[in-house]
C-alpha cells in the first residue's frame, strides 16, 4: 500500500495587516510632525524680519524720544538738538488732504461696483483697473502727479506743495478703499435690501440707510489700512511735496514729512542728523503700527 502524505501546512507571514496600518499610521504621524515643524520654522522666519526692525528701530531711535522731539523744527546741518515736529505736522496735513480726496472716491466707487453695476462689463473694467493700480509702485504715481500737477503748475500755481503730495497719496489708497468697500457690500445679506425695498424705500435710501450701516466696520478698516500704507510712502512725497525745515506754510506750499526727512537725514554724514532721522523712524513705525492695531481692532468689532 502506499501511504500518502499530508501537504506541510503553510507559514502565515511574521506580520499582519493590522501591523500593516499599525506600521503606516506611524509613519504618516512622522511625516505630520516633521511637516508641522517646517511650516513653523517658515512661520517664524516670515515674523522674524518684523521683530528685527522693530527692536532695531527701537533701539536706535526709542531713546531719543522726547518731548523737545516732538515739538521742535530740525537743526542746520551740522548742529545737535531740535526736533522733528514740523515733519510731524506735514505727514498729518498730508494724509488728511489724501485722505480727504480717496475716501470719498473710493467708497463711492466701491459702492457703485457693489450696488448698481455688479456683474456688468464697466465693473469688470473697473475692478481689473483697480487691481493693476494696487499693484503699480508709489513712485510711478508721484512721477505721474510730477508732470500732472508739479512741473505744469496749472491747478495749485506753485511746483511744490502739501496738495500735490496729499493727491499724489490718494492715488495709492484708492485700490485699498475700493476694493474693501465692494467686497464689504457684497457681505451685507441681500434680504436686508430686499426688506427696504419691500416698504418702499428707494435704492439710494437704501444704500444710505441700510448697506452702508451695515457695512461701515469693514469699510472703515479699509480706510485706515489705506491711510497707515500712505503715511508712510516717500518716493511720492520727493516729486510733489518736497521738504521743507520750517512749519507748515499752507497746503500750496512744499511741506516736511516724516518719511522724506528720514531720507534727506539719513544719507547726511552728521551724527546729530542721522540720529534723528533713526527718531523720526521710530516715530512713523508706532504711527503706522497704531493704525494697523485699530484697523484689527475694528475687524475684531465686526466679527463680534
Not at 30 to 57: C, E, K, S
Not at 146 to 172: C, D, K, P, W
Not at 216 to 236: K, M, Q, Y
Not at 237 to 256: H, K, M, V
Request: glycine share 10%; with cysteine.
Amino acid at each position: 500500500m502506499t501511504s500518502t502524505t499530508s501537504p506541510l501546512p503553510t507559514q502565515k507571514p511574521s506580520f499582519s495587516r493590522s501591523s500593516l496600518r499599525l506600521n503606516s499610521s506611524l509613519g504618516r504621524n512622522r511625516w505630520n510632525q516633521f511637516f508641522t515643524v517646517v511650516a513653523a520654522v517658515f512661520a517664524v522666519l516670515a515674523v522674524l524680519p518684523l521683530v528685527l526692525v522693530l527692536g532695531y528701530v527701537l533701539v536706535k531711535g526709542g531713546t531719543l524720544l522726547s518731548i523737545r522731539l516732538l515739538t521742535e523744527l530740525p537743526p542746520p546741518p551740522g548742529l545737535e538738538g531740535g526736533g522733528i515736529g514740523n515733519a510731524i505736522i506735514g505727514t498729518i496735513v498730508v494724509t488728511l488732504v489724501a485722505s480727504l480726496i480717496a475716501i470719498p472716491v473710493g467708497v463711492g466707487g466701491g459702492i457703485y461696483l457693489a450696488e448698481y453695476s455688479r456683474s456688468g462689463w464697466f465693473a469688470q473694467f473697473v475692478r481689473f483697473g483697480t487691481n493693476v493700480l494696487s499693484g503699480v509702485p508709489s513712485i510711478i504715481c508721484g512721477v505721474f502727479i510730477y508732470g500732472l500737477i508739479v512741473s505744469t503748475r496749472l491747478f495749485f500755481g506753485q511746483s511744490y506743495s502739501a496738495m500735490a503730495g496729499g493727491v499724489a497719496l490718494s492715488v495709492l489708497m484708492l485700490p485699498t478703499v475700493i476694493k474693501t468697500t465692494d467686497e464689504a457690500l457684497k457681505l451685507v445679506p441681500q434680504e436686508l435690501r430686499w426688506g427696504a425695498i419691500g416698504i418702499g424705500a428707494s435704492r439710494f435710501v437704501t444704500i444710505t440707510r441700510i448697506t452702508l450701516p451695515a457695512a461701515f466696520t469693514p469699510i472703515a478698516t479699509g480706510v485706515v489700512l489705506g491711510i497707515a500704507r500712505a503715511a508712510g510712502e516717500t518716493a511720492p512725497l520727493i516729486f510733489t511735496a518736497l521738504f521743507s525745515p520750517f512749519w507748515a506754510e499752507g497746503l500750496f506750499n512744499p511741506i516736511a514729512t516724516m518719511s522724506v526727512l528720514i531720507f534727506n537725514f539719513a544719507i547726511m554724514p552728521y551724527e546729530a542728523q542721522i540720529a534723528l532721522a533713526w527718531a523720526a523712524s521710530f516715530v512713523l513705525v508706532v504711527m503706522i503700527l497704531a493704525a494697523n492695531l485699530f484697523a484689527r481692532w475694528l475687524g475684531r468689532f465686526a466679527r463680534a
